[in-house]
């Protein structure tokens, strides 16, 4: 499956945005869905993960900040992300069944004032 990230742009500390993970094929059988993010020299971590049967797991970092969905109707993932942190600026990816999987191009979220 291919994957197309987007939503990404710049926001001020404290603001929201929503990332949208377009799927060119059906994700309802993709048990694994994630979000990872990429900040310059570092490495890529993974920010949240949501299964079939929507158990989401999220990094510590992002816990009760970031809330990670899919909406397998619209072969789409989606991660909201709330009260944004300069911290959290990176490149962020979409990921179709973990690190050997699928994986979109990035989209860059910046937060800055």
């Known amino acids: 499956v291919q994957l197309q990230a987007s939503g990404g742009g710049l926001v001020q500390p404290g603001g929201s945005l929503r990332l949208s993970c377009a799927a060119s094929g059906r994700i309802f059988s993709i048990n694994f869905m994630a979000w990872y993010r990429q900040a310059p020299g570092e490495q890529r971590e993974l920010v949240g993960s949501?299964?079939?049967?929507?158990?989401?797991n999220y990094a510590d970092s992002v816990l009760g900040r970031f809330t990670i969905s899919r909406d397998n109707a619209k072969n789409a993932v989606y991660l909201q992300m709330n009260s944004l942190k300069p911290e959290d600026t990176a490149v962020y990816y979409c990921?179709?069944?973990?690190?050997?999987?699928?994986w979109g191009k990035g989209t860059l979220v910046t937060v800055s004032s």
């Open positions: 949501i299964t079939s049967s929507l158990s989401t």
């Open positions: 990921n179709a069944d973990g690190p050997l999987g699928s």
